[in-house]
């Protein structure tokens, strides 16, 4: 569905299987998410750096990860036969940057965090932007000198999450990706509820209305890891439905910082090997996520947030001097104020309305021949059709806050 409206709404352009062009609208949106992803993790301490998208074959040979990550890996070789990769995911380079800049354990803990564009040959690419090839993610990567750090570190950047996708209009369901036990690998993936996602939950009903701290500890899975005879859900409290994953956390210790050899020294000089985290959001995911969770059969409802424009004029007679001069006004005097997309094209009333419903821009304001003469213009909610009949000064008074 989401596949569908973005192609329709002039979002996406398809260049090959699971590769897109983002268009006007569409960056609109990821800019919008992105400075809500860039706010609440800038307010945990995480540093914004831009990683590189090709990056060279002896990084990920130092992890051994390099053979191991197999055919999803686009690997690339240059004009002198040098091996190069286009990057699936950043460890190696975020441990890489660490080992070279971080060097004594005054330097911990560090968050570092980029979004940045990905390449991964999915076997499958489908649902357009949902599995694509090449991808926008948000990846953030954090060195702490203690488990007990990583672990307060893991909990900031839970709660860091359950914010960005409240603040986007999401209601997030936090599943535990592995069993957690202390000391182990903790993780959690964040998904959102959409009747077409890709995975099934099973989830504690009190969920929806738990607490960040509760959130992390409620039992939530998705379908491979559900057992009935293991769930510790009373039936009654049971919740099953389709999501889709937007976000995945992990804690993986040294995994990395050990067989890449990066270290810093102690206070006692000796070798300190951080305790890694990483942790993921899908960021052009989530914008067929967003669509899917709020969508009728008119087109997208762009939860505010993340709308591409606030508001939309459609002037229905643009060949109306006084249709016009009210358009010009309004849009004057509002958009020092409201991102405004002004729809004065030369189409159909009908085709206009249809437009306006489709791109899903939160408010409409609609100005027609008849009404104008009467000294009225209409607002109209996208969400809920709502229509309100006002003056053209009480508009611009509106739209001014
Ligand atoms: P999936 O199980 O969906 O393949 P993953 O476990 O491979 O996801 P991670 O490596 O944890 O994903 O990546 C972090 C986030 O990036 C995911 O939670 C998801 O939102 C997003 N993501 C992963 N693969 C793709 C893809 N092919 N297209 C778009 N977004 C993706
Ligand atoms: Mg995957």
Redesign the pocket.
């Known amino acids: 569905m989401s596949h569908r409206l973005m192609l329709q709404s002039g979002m996406i352009s398809q260049t090959a299987s699971g590769i897109y062009c983002w268009l006007p609208l569409s960056v609109r949106v990821i800019d919008k998410i992105t400075r809500i992803i860039c706010e609440e993790q800038d307010k945990i301490g995480a540093n914004r750096v831009f990683f590189t998208t090709i990056q060279p074959a002896e990084l990920w040979m130092e992890s051994g990860r390099y053979d191991d990550y197999g055919k999803e890996m686009l690997r690339i070789v240059d004009r002198k036969d040098n091996n190069f990769l286009y990057s699936p995911?950043n460890e190696e380079q975020a441990t890489d940057v660490f080992r070279r800049y971080v060097k004594g354990y005054k330097g911990l803990p560090v968050i570092l965090y980029q979004i940045h564009w990905k390449f991964?040959d999915?076997i499958r690419p489908r649902f357009g932007?949902?599995?694509?090839?090449e991808?926008l993610?948000k990846d953030g990567y954090s060195f702490a000198s203690s488990f007990e750090e990583a672990e307060e570190i893991y909990r900031r950047i839970f709660k860091s999450y359950i914010a960005i996708f409240r603040r986007i209009g999401l209601t997030p369901i936090p599943v535990q990706a592995d069993s957690g036990a202390i000391g182990g690998n903790m993780s959690h993936?964040f998904h959102v509820l959409a009747e077409t996602g890709e995975s099934t939950l099973y989830y504690d009903k009190k969920l929806l209305t738990a607490s960040d701290e509760e959130l992390m500890t409620t039992f939530a899975v998705s379908d491979e890891k559900y057992d009935p005879k293991v769930t510790p859900i009373p039936e009654s409290e049971l919740q099953v439905s389709k999501g889709i994953?937007?976000?995945?956390i992990f804690y993986f210790g040294k995994k990395y910082s050990e067989p890449m050899n990066a270290f810093v020294l102690d206070k006692d000089g000796n070798k300190l090997y951080p305790e890694m985290g990483s942790y993921?959001?899908?960021v052009?995911?989530l914008v067929a996520a967003i669509i899917e969770a709020s969508h009728d059969d008119r087109g997208i409802i762009w939860p505010e947030p993340v709308a591409p424009f606030d508001v939309t004029i459609l002037n229905l007679h643009t060949k109306n001097a006084e249709c016009c001069a009210a358009a010009d006004k309004i849009y004057e005097a509002i958009s020092a104020r409201k991102e405004v997309l002004y729809d004065d094209r030369d189409l159909s009333i009908g085709e206009k309305m249809a437009d306006a419903d489709l791109i899903g821009i939160p408010w409409q304001i609609i100005i027609g021949q008849k009404n104008l003469a009467n000294g009225i213009i209409e607002i109209k909610k996208r969400a809920t059709g709502e229509i309100t009949k006002m003056s053209l000064e009480a508009i611009i008074e509106r739209f001014s806050k």
Not at 129 to 133: H, I, P
Not at 245 to 248: A, F, I, K, S
């Open positions: 995911t991964r999915e932007v949902m599995r694509g090839r991808f993610m993936e994953e937007v976000g995945h993921g959001i899908g052009s995911r």
